[in-house]
């Protein structure tokens, strides 16, 4: 039975990897991946520059307001620290028109600023082409406390006064419960936005080993092979072999992808250039987990959330291939795996959302659910909303659900995977669950 066994998933393996398809996808995830670590060098690259600081000619007609808004302009870039949010202002007493006949400043902004009896002053946005929404928003907030600062001397505020009010207020964080720091607020935050990025390969491995393991399983009942293979080995060792040679083959692609994702980071390192993803800086999410408590929580976190992922393989691989034994072509099963999508789907959006559910008994619960447990577990226990015990009753309960699938799964295998008629499906597994 051993030398069948591997025998079966040798093939089978072979099958997945000796393929044009396996070389021409990962080609395509490999570009992608190292492309999108490497966006804005690419971009570059193509003509556009991250690190140009955007020009704005500015024509003051009240004569007194450049100067405020000069400063509160330095005042935003110093509050923020992004050079994309930084704008370089140039007063000018040129029209927009003849501003823009120049080429070279197609990509400028024109602001003409007026006297304004009710608003104290108006200001006119005038450029080429759209404003994108986040530099949009920092010249408004650049405007507005400029207004503000015009309104506050007009009200004859002494100088002293007027710098209190306009300097940023200092936000000191307390916590009242002692064993959380307030340095792992952010941490807290980084990882409820990251850790979905990170959970999204599995969930798409997931998907593509249910796939597989049905398109593999009706291929051969399509083409009469099951019936050669059936009659040399057993149902069980016949599955076992799929089970085993899809799990190897999602295992190298994840390793695949963790290799293109350190080929992306290393040429990134050579370029120079931070890695900023929605407003952060990739090396400071780093810094900030290392200096948290999850720093030392990763030393069990990883290894446990690696054990629920694969055992969630096995488990998505063996119930893929007890359904597939019931149909007899693609469609079929296309049909009886959408139970295994929709449960994967709400694990998955869970685990996004799971940071708002904070103290939820339910989501708690839910995390114990074989098939999500992998996807949701690891995201409340980076979040601290369960323990370790939690997660090895989760594990515990994948466990008994893959003895539950091979005992009382084998049954529908041994029944299905010589039917080839798609009547009554669900009327024959429950029959062969019976055992009649």
């Known amino acids: 039975m051993t030398n069948k066994l591997k025998f079966l998933t040798k093939i089978s393996l072979k099958r997945k990897i000796n393929t044009k398809w396996f070389l021409i996808a990962n080609i395509i995830f ?12 690419v971009i570059s690259f193509f003509g556009g520059d991250f690190d140009e600081t955007q020009i704005i000619y500015v024509k003051d007609n009240t004569n ?11 005042a935003y870039k110093n509050l923020t620290d992004e050079d994309e949010n930084a704008f370089k202002l140039e007063k000018t007493d040129k029209s927009s028109e003849e501003i823009f006949e120049d080429k070279d400043n197609k990509d400028a902004w024109y602001l003409t600023i007026n006297n304004d009896k009710q608003n104290y002053i108006k200001v006119t946005l005038i450029s080429d082409s759209y404003i994108n929404t986040t530099s949009y928003a920092g010249i408004s907030t650049i405007i507005n406390n400029t207004k503000t600062v015009i309104a506050m001397q007009e009200s004859n505020i002494s100088p002293e006064e007027l710098a209190k009010i ?6 000191e964080r307390k916590i009242l419960d002692k064993s959380k720091k307030s340095e792992d607020e952010n941490v807290q935050m980084i ?5 979905p990025v990170l959970i999204l390969p599995f969930f798409a491995l997931t998907m593509f080993l249910v ?12 083409t009469r092979g099951m019936e050669i293979i059936i009659s040399n080995v057993s149902p069980k060792t016949h599955l ?26 290393v040429i990134r390192s050579f370029i120079g250039s931070s890695i900023s993803t929605g407003g952060f800086d990739i090396s400071q999410i780093i810094n900030s987990i290392m200096q948290s408590d999850i ?13 629920l992922m694969i055992l969630t393989f096995i488990a998505y691989a063996l119930l893929a291939g007890i359904l597939a034994s019931m149909t007899t ?26 940071g708002m559910f904070e103290g939820s008994i339910f989501i708690k619960i839910l995390s114990f659910v074989p098939f999500i447990s992998a996807i949701l577990a690891p995201s409340l226990l980076v979040l601290g909303q369960i323990g370790i015990i939690e997660i090895i009753i989760a594990i515990i309960l994948l466990i008994i659900t893959i003895c539950a699938l091979l005992k009382y799964g084998m049954r529908i295998y041994k029944v299905g995977i010589l039917n080839y008629s798609s009547k009554d499906l669900w009327k024959k597994m429950f029959k062969a669950l019976k055992g009649n």
């Open 64 to 74: 007194k307001t450049y100067e405020i808004l000069n400063d509160q302009n330095s």
């Open 329 to 354: 072509n693609i469609e079929d099963f296309q049909q009886m795996q959408m139970p295994i999508v929709i449960i994967s789907l709400i694990g998955y959006y869970l685990a996004m959302m799971a």
């Open 295 to 307: 720093a030392s929580s990763l030393a069990y976190i990883i290894p446990l959330a690696l054990i």
């Open 30 to 41: 490999a570009i992608l991946i190292i492309g999108i670590l490497n966006m804005d060098a």
């Open 211 to 222: 796939q597989m393991v049905g398109a593999e399983i009706n291929d051969e009942k399509t």
């Open 166 to 171: 306009s300097s940023p207020v200092t936000l």
């Open 191 to 195: 990882m409820s936005t990251v850790f």
């Open 240 to 265: 076992f072999s799929k089970v085993i040679a899809s799990n190897l083959f999602v295992l190298i692609q994840a390793a695949l992808l963790v290799i293109y994702a350190i080929i992306g980071f």
